[in-house]
């Protein structure tokens, strides 16, 4: 599957994975990518733009916002707590 992903920029790397114990009929591979190049390849793409939302949110269940909805990590507590501490 990883053959038929889009080129980008990103090289795919590979490491054999040798499990310590049992065995397997195939080699075991991991692929992986560089996960700061991939973050800078989000952010470098005008189209995704809209789509992306770093502030942090309350979210409610109900118009009397008597009880929180939690979605995403930006709609919690800790987003909260991070940005008073910056």
């Known amino acids: 599957m990883i053959e038929r992903l889009p080129e980008t920029r990103m090289k795919?790397?590979?490491q054999q994975i040798i499990p310590n114990s049992g065995t397997s009929s195939k080699p075991i591979f991991?692929?992986?990518r560089n996960p700061v190049a991939a973050v800078?390849?989000?952010?470098?793409?005008?189209?995704?733009?809209?789509?992306m939302n770093f502030v942090p949110e309350r979210q409610w269940?109900?118009?009397?916002?008597?009880?929180?909805?939690?979605?995403e990590i930006l709609t919690g507590d800790w987003a909260w707590e991070t940005q008073?501490?910056?």
Do not use: E, H, I, T
Not at 40 to 51: G, Q
Not at 61 to 71: F, L, N, V, W
């Open 12 to 14: 795919w790397k590979y």
């Open 84 to 86: 008073v501490r910056c």
């Open 61 to 71: 269940k109900d118009q009397a916002m008597g009880q929180r909805r939690y979605s």
């Open 40 to 51: 800078r390849s989000l952010l470098d793409r005008p189209a995704l733009a809209p789509y």
């Open 30 to 32: 991991l692929y992986y």
